[in-house]
């Protein structure tokens, strides 16, 4: 995924800098200083065996008065000298440094003995590149002062045996409880969590992710046993008059009011609490994943406003009998964020619901709250959800962010494809640049953030293919609809309908897009069989299926190109 985190800025307002200028004749020093520098520089792991990967790391004591995260001055024509054994050298660089003042390299010895590593710094003037809107005039002063030559070295002993790699804890064999302690690194395959990615019929969450239910980084249990219960509805035979037929339990599956869509972080289980005699849910609990224990409950969530018109409703808002609205909050997923800038790095877990949207924003309303405590940190308004605008797709990126795709027909001539990240907007709810600030996560309590500022890219969808117009889409006429997203790539497709509900008319729009820039990968006309029902099976390791549900036929296909890859017949499907 783009790493909102590494952009910088590459434009100043000319005002700035004119003023950045004027500041820099006024309080440079004069004349300019001469201020000595000091070099350091490590190699590990020392020692080392032959052919084992060494890094090797090296800075200057300061780092440059002007760096703050991408903006500022770096240090630059840094170099490594390796003398080796038989008495060579073998030069590295020249390399630049980040913005604390050091950076590293890799370097694998060929032969037993002792290297001798020199780093070098050969002196620089202070230029002032690139310098942040807001540096201080303290910091402006030292541009045009020279930072004196360094040198620094240590030394490297090679043997013939590699150095084993730190041990790892093993995988528990018995029971084991959270929290689970950070170096057992390779616990991650047992330890993970399920977000909630995907929504589960007529659920607001409940599915890993976009893709299914297949979740690779817990095990299930080997025997069927309670280990504890707890009761979300009335359940079981109603009981006297009204239990006479084989109609006559509670409704407690609750269709169309999923009871239990669910989100687990660090052993936590988080649902929403929809009653039986109720279709609005009534609150948000966290439960003790392992002994059942109710950790917390958010409640009263729920409210009703009146003597609101139709047109003046949010979209999760319902018109009562009385005209006034019901308004309701449900969870959406859940998150956690790696975060690791230069000032902090570990993980962060925070919980998503769908809030009620108050005129006049519009579509819908994410809140973001503590998963620990349940306490509410900063609202998202103005989220896709109304009229035209598909809701949002959501994923995550190697580093937690939360990535939402969407499309946007409010014009249907000019439908697009849209990437939100939930960082970003965070970082910038303004639209300010990205800087220096990302050295801190601090969401703003309290905040409220337009869900504009996250959006990262848009790319234009096509409405038409070889000439003719494409069908209904599953969300909008004319255009493709997200069918799915995996293995880098975003699954859109469009049927022609034939007018009785989920019958395609013999073909079916495909196309792939790239997940990180929006590109499309490729675009087809897939040929089925009429009249028939046909939908997106399982996805993964860079194939989707077709499954036609008639015919029992199921085909794989590439989602980098659109291929097909091998058609199966299954054998003996269940009817049901």
Not at 395 to 414: E, K, Q, R, S
Request: hydrophobic share 35%; net charge negative.
């Amino acid at each position: 995924m783009q790493n909102i985190r590494s952009k910088f800025l590459t434009i100043f307002a000319t005002a700035v800098l004119l003023s950045s200028v004027t500041a820099l004749m006024a309080d440079a020093h004069t004349p300019p200083l001469s201020i000595p520098s000091y070099a350091f520089v490590e190699a590990n792991p020392n020692p080392a065996g032959v052919g084992q990967t060494v890094n090797i790391g090296f800075w200057l004591g300061q780092p440059p008065p002007t760096a703050a995260g991408s903006y500022g001055d770096r240090w630059g024509n840094l170099t490594i000298t390796i003398t080796k054994p038989d008495g060579t050298t073998e030069k590295l660089g020249p390399f630049t440094s980040d913005d604390t003042g050091g950076t590293h390299t890799d370097y694998t010895p060929t032969a037993v003995g002792n290297y001798t590593i020199q780093f070098s710094f050969p002196g620089q003037t202070l230029a002032g590149n690139n310098l942040s809107p807001v540096t201080s005039p303290a910091t402006l002063a030292f541009i045009g002062d020279y930072y004196q030559p360094a040198n620094a070295t240590t030394t490297l002993t090679v043997q013939a045996e590699a150095i084993p790699p730190i041990p790892q804890t093993p995988l528990p064999a018995n029971y084991w409880n959270r929290p689970i302690e950070s170096v057992n690194n390779y616990w991650f395959s047992i330890g993970g969590n399920w977000l909630g990615l995907g929504t589960s019929t007529f659920a607001n969450t409940g599915m890993f992710n976009i893709t299914g239910n297949y979740n690779p980084y817990t095990s299930a249990p080997k025997t069927s046993h309670i280990l504890w219960s707890k009761p979300v509805a009335f359940g079981g035979l109603m009981g006297g008059q009204l239990s006479t037929g084989d109609i006559s339990n509670y409704y407690s599956t609750s269709q169309y009011e999923p009871k239990f869509a669910p989100v687990v972080l660090n052993g936590v289980l988080y649902y929403t609490e929809y009653p039986n005699s109720n279709q609005d849910p009534t609150g948000i609990i966290a439960v003790d994943l392992r002994t059942g224990k109710t950790l917390w409950e958010k409640t009263g969530l729920n409210y009703t406003v009146p003597q609101l018109q139709q047109g003046q409703l949010g979209t999760q808002g319902g018109v009562t009998a009385s005209g006034a609205v019901q308004y309701t909050t449900s969870l959406r997923c859940g998150q956690i964020l790696n975060y690791i800038s230069p000032n902090q790095f570990g993980g962060l877990a925070y919980l998503w619901v769908q809030q009620p949207t108050i005129p006049p924003n519009t579509g819908a309303t994410y809140g973001m709250w503590d998963a620990m405590t349940g306490d509410p940190i900063l609202t998202i308004v103005n989220a896709p959800a109304a009229s035209g605008l598909a809701p949002l797709t959501l994923t995550v990126d190697d580093d937690g962010d939360l990535i939402g795709y969407y499309v946007n027909g409010t014009n249907p001539n000019a439908p697009t494809l849209n990437m939100w990240n939930s960082s970003q907007a965070i970082l910038y709810p303004n639209g300010a640049a990205p800087g220096y600030q990302n050295w801190f996560w601090r969401p703003v309590k309290g905040s409220v953030i337009n869900f504009s500022t996250g959006i990262m890219w848009t790319v234009p969808l096509p409405t038409t293919l070889n000439g003719q117009p494409l069908p209904s889409a599953t969300t909008f006429p004319g255009t493709l609809g997200i069918s799915t997203i995996n293995s880098g790539v975003i699954l859109m497709t469009a049927a022609g309908f034939t007018g009785g509900s989920f019958f395609q008319s013999g073909y079916q729009i495909e196309a792939g897009y790239d997940a990180n820039t929006g590109a499309q990968l490729w675009i087809t006309n897939r040929t089925e069989t009429p009249y028939t029902r046909i939908g997106v099976m399982s996805t993964g390791y860079g194939v989707y299926t077709v499954i036609n549900y008639e015919t029992a036929a199921l085909v794989g296909y590439s989602l980098n190109t659109g291929k097909q890859l091998w058609t199966t017949q299954l054998s003996n499907p269940n009817a049901y």
